[in-house]
């Protein structure tokens, strides 16, 4: 869920209102004060029990400590992110960065690339400071070398500036650089249609209807060309030719999934992942991370590499777009409808935040946490499968067992316990207990295509169902 909430400080921001008619009140250094000092209190605190744990990685009750901090680290997050909004509405920093906008180009043209970048500053420079209070435990962890099956000469921990910058790409820039693009070719794409209209026509459409008309086709852009942009933000280069690579090749080549390029993923050995991005074959590319290929047998990464073969064979990556446009218009129908009726709560910063907000987090929480833990499941059943050769057949034991060494592997080397329940993953445990399930009864695996079957039936009914009632409220105004 962490990197969602990137997404949520962008949504906060461009949801508060214009805050220009509020003056510069003489209390407003103070409230921005306040908003700052907040952040360097929760950065400062956490960094300075950092530094007292990895100094203490010897002693017997470590691990329940580290523990405590990594949770401590995700709910300051959350913190972070109620910090931001508090921040926003209420401390002043939106007052101040529209005040320092005003009688701009942006403002003038009602940009909104600018007023972005600068608003999520502080969210995400706080951000960073949580890494830097992580750094001085991680370090310690790769010093202390607990990692699975370690190599004869563990490599040593990444200075701070490597592991910031890692960070950064792998989790940040991930989310917010396509955001980012969208909106920026949201700004030139307003202001050009905008200086073109106003020479053809009397009365040009407003801001909304060009909104409106430029929406799908950016989103569309973004969607076909967006791995082209985060290739080069990941960094990432071809996979060497190799026998592994040869052998993904071939894989790819027996079950018909096409694909730009296998890339290595350069994460400084930070983390063990691979990812498929890319709607269509052109512009699609298969990542494996350094950390995974030097540290999993050819076997398992073969079983990773189909895990993410899965995603394209079942048009996952389709389904999860449809999930999250179909989830942000119900929401946002939502939102109107609820403005409409109960303007107390549609009109104020309170009901913004306290009601719409949390109501819109819940929705897409629910849905896309659902819809993401069936599909990741079913690309675990067809990696299992291709491994065997052919994704026709029952699961078998021996490639279930090869599936599941490969995953409990990715587990250790990223530090995740089997256990821990994620949002949209699920646990280790579960997908790996199923997957044994599965190879346990020769009809289960028939029964759960079935069952995956009704499961799309009912995606694709609650989709046109969302497209009905949007079409039927547009209608009724
Ligand atoms: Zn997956």
């Given amino acids: 869920m962490s990197r969602f909430i990137f997404i949520l400080v962008f949504l906060i921001w461009l949801a508060c209102p214009a805050k220009l008619e509020h003056d510069i009140s003489r209390h407003l250094p103070l409230q921005l004060g306040t908003f700052a000092v907040g952040y360097a209190l929760l950065i400062a605190g956490l960094t300075v029990w950092g530094k007292r744990l990895a100094a203490r990685t010897q002693q017997p ?32 920093w939106k007052t101040l960065v529209d005040h320092l906008l005003q009688n701009s180009f942006a403002q003038r043209h009602e940009l909104q690339f600018p007023s972005l970048v ?70 030139v794409l307003i202001t050009t249609l905008d200086a073109i209209l106003a020479r053809l026509m009397q009365s040009p459409p407003s801001h909304d209807t060009l909104e409106m008309a430029i929406a799908i086709p950016s989103v569309t852009a973004m969607l076909l060309f967006g791995p082209e942009l985060l290739r080069r933000v990941l960094k990432t280069r071809p996979l060497p030719a190799s026998p592994l690579r040869q ?43 350094d950390l995974l290929l030097d540290r999993l047998t050819d076997d398992q990464v073969a079983a990773v590499f189909a895990h993410e073969m899965g995603h394209v064979k079942h048009h996952h990556l389709y389904w999860l777009a449809a999930c999250v446009i179909g989830v942000v218009l119900t929401c946002s129908l939502a939102a109107d409808w609820i403005g409409n009726h109960y303007p107390r709560i549609g009109d104020s910063d309170i009901g913004q935040v306290l009601v719409l907000l949390p109501l819109g987090v819940a929705i897409f929480g629910l849905v896309f946490g659902y819809v993401s833990r069936q599909i990741e499941r079913q690309a675990d059943v067809f990696a299992a499968r291709a491994l065997a050769g052919t994704v026709g057949q029952p699961v078998d034991a021996a490639n279930a067992a090869i599936f599941a060494a490969a995953l409990q592997r990715v587990a250790l080397l990223n530090d995740i316990n089997l256990d821990a329940r994620s949002w949209d993953h699920g646990s280790v445990t579960s997908r790996l207990d199923f997957l044994h399930a599965l190879a346990q009864t020769p009809d289960a695996t028939a029964g759960y295509d079935r069952a995956m079957r009704r499961f799309y039936r009912l995606a694709a009914a609650g989709l046109a169902v969302v497209a009905i009632a949007l079409a039927v409220y547009a209608w009724l105004g």
């Avoid at 401590?72 to 509405?89: E, N, V």
């Fill in 118 to 187: 600068i608003g999520c500053l502080p969210a995400f420079a706080a951000w960073l400071g949580l890494w830097f209070a992580q750094y001085a435990v991680d370090a310690a962890r790769l010093r202390q070398n607990v990692l699975f099956d370690p190599p004869a000469n563990p490599p040593p921990p990444p200075p701070l500036r490597d592991y910031l910058r890692t960070h950064m790409r792998l989790q940040l820039l991930l989310i917010v650089a396509p955001m980012l693009i969208l909106v920026l070719l949201r700004d």
């Fill in 247 to 289: 052998r993904l090749e071939t894989l790819c080549q027996q079950h018909h999934i096409g694909y730009a390029d296998v890339l290595l993923w350069q994460t400084s050995h930070q983390m063990a992942n691979a990812l498929v991005m890319g709607l269509v074959a052109r512009w699609r590319y298969i990542l494996i991370s």
């Fill in 61 to 92: 009750e470590a691990a329940i400590r580290a523990k405590r901090f990594h949770r401590m680290l995700d709910a300051s997050r959350w913190i972070i992110l109620a910090w931001f909004t508090l921040g926003t509405y209420w401390l002043g």
